[in-house]
């Protein structure tokens, strides 16, 4: 009897739990209302189920408790019981998978009209790249990257002389403009996660994965890394800020081309490798 009690009171915790939290769905800022609508219909129908399902428990425990001159039924078998339960909970989960499936397959469509850019993750901070005027990402190999070349692009691919690299945290982009994001990793799974915009894609090292979205309003707003990356994942953050167009462009035209950092680095560079090959000073005693 006491263990029925605690089942329905679980159930009645839980659902004041829902009713009263104060951790929901951050305000929505992209178009992914459809993700939103999936996410409601698994919750609510986990819900009910979980619900009707834990009190079933509790009234059985109630009505077939010992008594008394009552015998159980003897039953391990029930061929028919198993094959309703494996039908039924065959379109149970189909028919919570299906909203999803819709929702991902909106979400990985990219409509031709996007634009791009880079979210390049390492142990533990995340970096940018715009394509700059010709409209297309160099290309990169991770045997490329050094100080010099963080974005590891390819110094002889002149689709990647204008690049545009953001190497920190805070990122723009501008209202209302379907932006395709392409992500990419350089050393571990890493996990680009912006909730405000329900936006959530693993970055695997060796492959390319995309996703795109509309941000359909200004704003600054939380990047994290939603994957275990190390000892300092927790610290893997990064802002995007959501500015109207002519903010944005203003924005962009202040970072630099990868032209322009390949020009800044080489003579200093030079400077190094000048220092390196001088003679020693040697202390004056
Ligand atoms: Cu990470």
């Known amino acids: 009897m006491a263990v029925a ?31 939103d609508t999936a996410f409601h219909i ?70 031709k009209n996007a634009a791009v850019f880079e979210a390049v993750g390492q142990q533990w901070q995340w970096s940018f790249r715009f394509p700059g005027r010709d409209g297309v990402l160099g290309t990169v190999s991770s045997r490329l990257v050094s100080p010099d070349n963080p974005f590891g692009l390819n110094p002889d691919d002149p689709y990647g002389r204008d690049d ?20 990419r990793s350089k050393d571990v799974l890493h996990d680009f996660f912006v909730p405000h915009i329900r936006a959530k894609m693993d970055l695997v090292p060796g492959i390319v994965t995309y996703f795109w979205f509309t941000p359909m309003r200004t704003g600054k707003f939380d990047i994290l890394c939603a994957e275990l990356c190390g000892v300092s994942h927790y610290n893997m953050r990064g802002t995007l800020v959501i500015d109207e167009p002519a903010a944005f462009n203003a924005w962009l035209n202040q970072q630099p081309t990868f032209a322009q950092l390949l020009a800044e680095s080489r003579p200093a560079a030079a ?15």
């Open 164 to 183: 545009i690299l953001v190497e920190s945290p805070e990122v723009h982009l501008p209202r209302g403009q379907p932006v395709k994001a392409i992500l």
């Open 42 to 111: 698994t919750m609510w129908t986990c819900g009910f189920f979980f619900v009707v399902l834990n009190l079933f428990l509790a009234w059985s425990i109630v009505r077939y408790r010992h008594r008394k001159g009552h015998r159980a039924h003897y039953e391990p078998e029930s061929v028919t019981l198993e094959r309703r339960l494996t039908v039924w909970t065959a379109v149970g989960i189909a028919a919570l998978l299906a909203p999803g499936l819709i929702a991902w397959k909106a979400y990985v469509t990219v409509p």
């Open 271 to 285: 400077a190094v490798a000048a220092a390196n090959t001088a003679p020693p000073v040697k202390s004056g005693t």
């Open 5 to 35: 009690i605690v089942i329905a009171a679980l159930v009645l915790l839980s659902i004041a739990f829902q009713l009263f939290t104060p951790w929901w769905l951050t305000p929505l800022a992209s178009n992914w209302r459809s993700i």
